[in-house]
């Protein structure tokens, strides 16, 4: 009978996270006066111990008990073989995934929730907070701190809040606090308000409220949160490829390609940083995060640059200083660096370990229906983007005439967002490519405006 | 360009589905997104869309750039209200 899943005991999970950082050259964060960020500017931010993770070049990392106590209650997750999928793409290519909706939340998010939650109760933390777009992350983390018995405070951006209710009841259930941002609780919340009353929120100020809630404790006892983009993120996040990594090795499979979709970076680092210590280390494997082409951030150079619009605060600033020229060709000028995604990811692009591939819409719905049928589970819509270029890369095999093995992520489950698919099945979502002409266009506009200052903080 | 309350797209740093109106007013001070250009550049002609709709002051806000990384932006935040 050919093997539908590979599972771990217990006792098979592994007990310690592969910290990249030992084995890659990064050039030290800069942060906003343009020096290198100091432990001390994060203190009042993260506690002391993830911040030692964050900063730390230990290549393996042990998870501690109480961490892999709460990872068990899913974990390992199932590695399972995507017969259906092979079958109804008539590929030779041997397509295996790790289903990581598995987790309460539903998603990878757990993975760093669960640890960052206990490095806070350990360093005497009673409350964290933190930022939500469409209720995953805040969703992990209330599950995380109900574990730890912390308190936890998430600001939802206003629009999804009422678009997404169900993930606050979920967060509730937890214990968790979700409040629409902008709110009243925070100075940056009400500067907002009272400026733009029908304010739907954005990132940028659910980010600043949860900030100025976590540091303006004068107790010490909030830290604040984030689910993805930092190194300690990437790093609890590995378990997933080294549970891979195992699983494969018990029934002698190895990957070739290996795919994960990359919003912040997490999840793609977690199904592939064990697998590019292997191609540092000479393995020959095609490593490929995903992202969406209608907002790419590693496939093409950005019109625009992280303006760290905080509430507000950022200035608008005079005309002569700013300005854009259009770059429609895609990012390989080494250094530069994306908006919004891991720096760790980053650089492994521009050491050419990994290769960003963007998807559009459009595919990533039909490959994420396919996977539903012939799979069975319904993928989150992020999965989907990693999902089209599963299908992509099966195909081409096929064509190929090669038995190619690929490894991808199914980094969540759709079951909260089936509004989306909704969206999809009325045609509402939409793609469309640009014309040369279109193009040509854009950069007329454009021409008369100055190039900008890039920093850079990883050359 | 096509009617703006009918366009749709899933937000990448959201999560869910918003409609242009929402990627028009969710900048700093209402203005439009900062990643407004490379969200809708392939959809219609954001760039002209914006000249016409956006004073020339508004336009070059959107449009400017310093680039700030995440963890940035959560120091500037922290630094303006640690106490
Ligand atoms: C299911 C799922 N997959 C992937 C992502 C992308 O985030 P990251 O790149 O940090 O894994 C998200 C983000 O919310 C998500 O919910």
Redesign the interface.
């Known amino acids: 009978m050919e093997v539908k899943k590979i599972l771990l005991s217990d006792d098979e999970i592994p007990r310690q996270w592969y910290n990249i950082l030992s084995d890659i050259k990064m050039n030290p ?4 006066d343009g020096k290198p ?1 100091s432990a001390e ?2 203190a ?2 993260f506690p002391m111990n993830l911040i030692e993770q964050e900063l730390s070049d230990k290549r393996w990392i042990d998870i501690p008990d109480e961490v892999l106590e709460v990872l068990k209650i899913w974990r390992a997750t199932p590695l399972i073989r995507a017969t259906g999928l092979e079958k109804a793409l008539d590929t030779p290519a041997r397509i295996y995934y790790k289903y990581e909706g598995a987790s309460p939340p539903g998603s990878h998010k757990a993975n760093t929730a669960v640890a960052q939650a206990y490095y806070n109760k350990e360093f005497g933390i009673k409350k964290l907070t933190t930022e939500t ?4 992350w805040g969703s992990a983390l209330s599950f995380a701190c109900a574990h730890f018995g912390l308190e936890c405070k998430v600001y939802m ?1 206003k ?2 809040f009422e ?2 209710p169900y993930r606050k009841s979920m967060m509730g259930v937890w214990g968790g606090k979700c409040i629409p941002s902008p709110s009243s609780y925070t ?2 919340g009400r500067e907002v308000l009272e ?2 009353p029908d ?6 100020i659910a ?2 409220e949860a ?2 809630e ?3 404790d ?1 107790t010490g006892k909030t830290r ?1 949160s ?1 689910g993805s ?2 190194n300690h993120v990437m790093l609890h996040q590995t378990i997933i490829g080294l549970e891979a990594k195992k699983q494969m090795d018990k029934i002698g499979e190895y990957p070739d390609v290996i795919i994960g979709c990359a ?2 970076g997490s999840n793609f680092a977690g199904i592939s940083f064990p697998f590019v210590l292997d191609k540092i280390n000479g393995k020959d494997i095609d490593i490929y995060p995903v ?7 590693m496939t ?1 150079a ?13 200035p ?2 005079p ?1 002569h ?4 020229t259009f770059m429609p060709a895609p990012i390989h000028a080494g250094g530069l ?1 994306y ?2 995604m891991s ?1 760790i990811v980053s650089q492994l692009i521009v050491e050419g370990l990994i290769t960003p591939k963007a998807v559009n ?1 459009l595919d990533s719905y039909e490959a994420g229906i396919l996977c539903a049928k012939t799979e069975g589970i319904i993928p989150a ?2 999965t989907n983007n990693a999902l089209a270029y599963v299908v992509a890369e099966a195909r081409k095999a096929r064509e190929e005439g090669k038995e190619k093995v690929i490894l991808f992520s199914w980094s969540g489950h759709g079951l909260i ?1 089936l ?2 698919y909704d ?1 999809y099945f009325e045609g ?7 014309e040369d002409e ?1 193009l040509k ?2 950069s007329e ?2 021409k008369n ?1 100055p190039k ?6 990883y050359r | 360009m096509p009617n703006a309350s009918i366009l749709i797209k899933r937000c990448p740093m959201l999560g869910g589905e918003i409609s242009f109106k929402y990627c028009e007013t969710c900048g700093g001070n209402n203005l439009p997104c900062r990643k407004v250009m490379d969200c809708w550049q392939e959809t219609f002609d954001i760039a002209r869309y914006l000249k016409d709709t956006l004073t020339k002051e508004e336009f070059a806000a959107v449009m400017s750039s310093k680039n700030y990384s995440k963890i940035s932006t959560i120091i500037a935040a922290s630094e303006k209200n640690f106490k």
């Open positions: 964060p800069l942060g906003p960020i500017q994060l009042p931010v777009g469409a209720g995953q951006v629009v999804s678009q997404k100075k940056a400026k733009f304010s739907q929120g954005s990132l940028g980010i600043s900030v100025e976590a540091v303006s004068t604040y984030l983009v930092l919003g912040g992202e969406p082409l209608a907002c790419p951030t093409r950005e019109f625009s640059y992280d303006h760290g619009d905080i509430a507000g605060y950022t608008l600033l005309m200083s700013l300005g854009h660096r908006h919004g720096p819409q819509p992020e967002d509004g989306s969206k509402k979502i939409i793609d469309c490519k640009p279109e266009r854009y506009i454009l405006y900008p200052e890039i920093i850079k903080d």
